[in-house]
Structure formats: structure tokens, C-alpha cells
């Protein structure tokens, strides 16, 4: 009698090549039963935009009674005689600003978490919240990029006079007299203008729309998309120059790292930089110290580039090739 037949070692060595294959690294995306589709993601996407004034309301709400609790002057909506006037005592108010800016982020932040908590794959793995390629390590590169493409950034917009509105003036404000750090507590400051921005923007753009998309967009077409809707909702078209190669980095991160970790902290962190270093701006800076900041800025980006590809690469990060194809 003859025995059960016998793969050859050729086959055996393809049958072990495909497991492989169709098991992803971890900080990959999850498992093409698990992954997300596209239309729900973004008919989910623009209905929570649309609906954050009244998602962020009770958030509001909540924040003006424990400041007035706390002891802090404010105006609740129903005590001002009408919408006009509310919202002219509220821009007056500093600590109610800072919770008008809170309001909007924790609903931001809603909307990413709360369709993530009942995907397959688990909240983690759908918005990315795992370790990235590349570890902590990726984490510095990542932050020394953005601080670095800002600087370039900023400098050839200073260089060029592209965008009139982000001058020097600004940037002091922002720091000093902005809506975020006049609470007159750095933990506030720290916790509205660095931390919840990051959490909110890269769980909701980077996380839940990016991830989304890449189930079956190109990362160039997955990228792109949430890259230009955040770049319009933090400044608008004509600070879109600015903003976008920012936005940019930062999905390029989530892809190449696999996570939004890296892209969060380094959001984070360049949040706190020019939130209290914009007050030390220089009053006027002209072309050539423009063009010099450009230069080293982007210098510097490019260095933190090259280092995160590398580390991305070693750990089992797609080819860059794979940018312009659709996902499996």
C-alpha cells in the first residue's frame, strides 16, 4: 500500500512562503477580513464633521460649568440675550476659549474612537494606536522631521512673502496672548495647545480616515486626501501652503511606521514648541534670514527622512514602489 502523498520540498518551501506572506508584521494593517471599507469610513467622516458644533456643545457645556465651579467668570449660552452676543463675551474670555477649542477636539476625537470601538480588529489596531516600525527611535526622527519641515516651511513662506498671515506678530501672539495659553496654567496650556490636537487630529485624519482609505486606495491617494481636509480645516486655503507639507509628514509617518504613535508625538511636541517659542519670535525677519531657515530646515528634514526610511525599511516597512498601488 502506498502512503498519503508527499509534497515535494518545493512545494512545502511555497507553502511556507505564503503563510508568511499572509501574515502581517505587527503595526501593519489589519487582515483584509477585518479592514475596513471605504464608503462607511467616509460617510462616516464627513457626517461627524458636520455634526462636531453639536457633539461638541454638552463638551462645552460641561467645561463652563466646572470653570465657573472652579471660581473662573464665564457666560453660559443661555445667560447672554442672544447667539451674537454670546459669542462676542465668549472671544473676550480667554479661559472660555480655551474650552471652546477643548469642546471641538474631544468631539473630534469622539468621532475617530467611536465607530473604531467596533471594528473587528479591535480600536487599536483601526485607528493605529500600536508600536510602530522603527520603535522609539521613529518616534524622535518623527518629531525632529516636523520641527524641521516647519522651520523650512515657515522660512521660504517668510523668504517668498507667500502667506501674509503667519508673521512674526503672529507667532508671539499665538504664544502669549492666543486662546490657549492665557488660562494662566502651563498644564492647561500644554493639555489644549499640544496634547488634545495631536490626539484628536491624528485619530481622527491619520487614524480613522487614512487607515480607512488605504484598505483599498494607493497610499499616494490615502495620504493625499486626509493630508489636504486637514490641512483645510486647521487654516483655510490661503494658509493651505503651510500647512499641507506638514500634513503630509505626518500621514507619510502612519504609513511607513505602520502607527499613529510616531506622528502623535511628534504633533505633540511641535504643538508645545511654537505654542511657548512663538512668543520669542524675532519682530522682523527679512528674505535672507527667511532663506536661511528654509535651507536649514530643510536640511535637517531630510535627514530625519532618510533615518525613518531606514528604520521603516529594517522592520519590514513595503517598498516606497508600493506608493502608487492599491492595497491587496
Known amino acids: 500500500m502506498s502512503g498519503p502523498p508527499r509534497a515535494d520540498g518545493a512545494s512545502e518551501r511555497r507553502a511556507g512562503?505564503?503563510?508568511?506572506?499572509?501574515?502581517?508584521?505587527?503595526?501593519?494593517?489589519?487582515?483584509?477580513?477585518?479592514?475596513?471599507?471605504?464608503?462607511?469610513?467616509?460617510?462616516?467622516?464627513?457626517a461627524g464633521m458636520m455634526g462636531l458644533p453639536l457633539l461638541a456643545r454638552p463638551v462645552l457645556d460641561g467645561l463652563l460649568l466646572a470653570l465657573r465651579a472652579a471660581?473662573?467668570?464665564?457666560?453660559?449660552?443661555?445667560?447672554?440675550?442672544?447667539?451674537?452676543?454670546?459669542?462676542?463675551?465668549?472671544?473676550?474670555?480667554?479661559?472660555?476659549?480655551?474650552?471652546?477649542?477643548?469642546?471641538?477636539?474631544?468631539?473630534?476625537?469622539?468621532?475617530?474612537?467611536?465607530?473604531?470601538?467596533?471594528?473587528?480588529?479591535?480600536?487599536?489596531?483601526?485607528?493605529?494606536?500600536?508600536?510602530?516600525?522603527?520603535?522609539?527611535a521613529a518616534c524622535a526622527l518623527a518629531a525632529a522631521g516636523l520641527l524641521a519641515l516647519d522651520l523650512a516651511t515657515l522660512g521660504a513662506a517668510a523668504a517668498l512673502g507667500a502667506v501674509p498671515g503667519w508673521t512674526p506678530e503672529r507667532l508671539r501672539a499665538a504664544g502669549a496672548a492666543g486662546p490657549l495659553a492665557p488660562a494662566g496654567s502651563a498644564f492647561a496650556t500644554l493639555a489644549v495647545a499640544s496634547l488634545l490636537p495631536a490626539l484628536a487630529e491624528e485619530g481622527l485624519f491619520r487614524g480613522f480616515l487614512q487607515r480607512g482609505l488605504?484598505?483599498?486606495?494607493?497610499?499616494?491617494?490615502?495620504?493625499?486626501?486626509?493630508?489636504?481636509?486637514?490641512?483645510?480645516?486647521?487654516?483655510?486655503?490661503?494658509?493651505?501652503?503651510?500647512?499641507?507639507?506638514?500634513?503630509?509628514?505626518?500621514?507619510?509617518?502612519?504609513?511607513?511606521?505602520?502607527?499613529?504613535?510616531?506622528?502623535?508625538?511628534?504633533?505633540?511636541?511641535?504643538?508645545?514648541?511654537?505654542?511657548?517659542?512663538?512668543?520669542?519670535?524675532?519682530?522682523?525677519?527679512?528674505?535672507?534670514?527667511?532663506?536661511?531657515?528654509?535651507?536649514?530646515?530643510?536640511?535637517?528634514?531630510?535627514a530625519a527622512a532618510w533615518g525613518l526610511e531606514r528604520a521603516a525599511r529594517r522592520a519590514g516597512a513595503p517598498a516606497p514602489e508600493a506608493w502608487g498601488r492599491p492595497a491587496a
Open 214 to 302: 488605504a484598505a483599498s486606495w494607493p497610499p499616494a491617494l490615502a495620504l493625499g486626501l486626509p493630508a489636504l481636509v486637514s490641512g483645510l480645516v486647521h487654516g483655510g486655503p490661503l494658509e493651505l501652503p503651510l500647512v499641507l507639507p506638514a500634513a503630509m509628514w505626518l500621514g507619510w509617518l502612519a504609513w511607513r511606521a505602520g502607527s499613529i504613535v510616531p506622528g502623535l508625538v511628534a504633533h505633540a511636541l511641535a504643538n508645545a514648541v511654537w505654542t511657548w517659542a512663538g512668543a520669542l519670535a524675532p519682530s522682523a525677519a527679512g528674505a535672507a534670514a527667511g532663506v536661511g531657515l528654509a535651507l536649514l530646515g530643510a536640511t535637517a528634514f531630510a
Open 71 to 136: 471660581g473662573v467668570e464665564v457666560t453660559m449660552p443661555g445667560e447672554a440675550p442672544d447667539l451674537r452676543a454670546w459669542m462676542a463675551a465668549a472671544a473676550a474670555n480667554p479661559a472660555h476659549r480655551l474650552a471652546h477649542v477643548a469642546s471641538i477636539l474631544t468631539a473630534m476625537l469622539a468621532v475617530a474612537i467611536a465607530p473604531a470601538l467596533f471594528s473587528p480588529a479591535g480600536w487599536r489596531a483601526r485607528l493605529g494606536v500600536v508600536r510602530p516600525r522603527g520603535g522609539a
Open 17 to 46: 512562503a505564503d503563510g508568511a506572506a499572509g501574515s502581517p508584521p505587527p503595526g501593519d494593517a489589519p487582515p483584509a477580513a477585518a479592514a475596513p471599507r471605504v464608503l462607511p469610513t467616509v460617510l462616516w467622516f464627513v
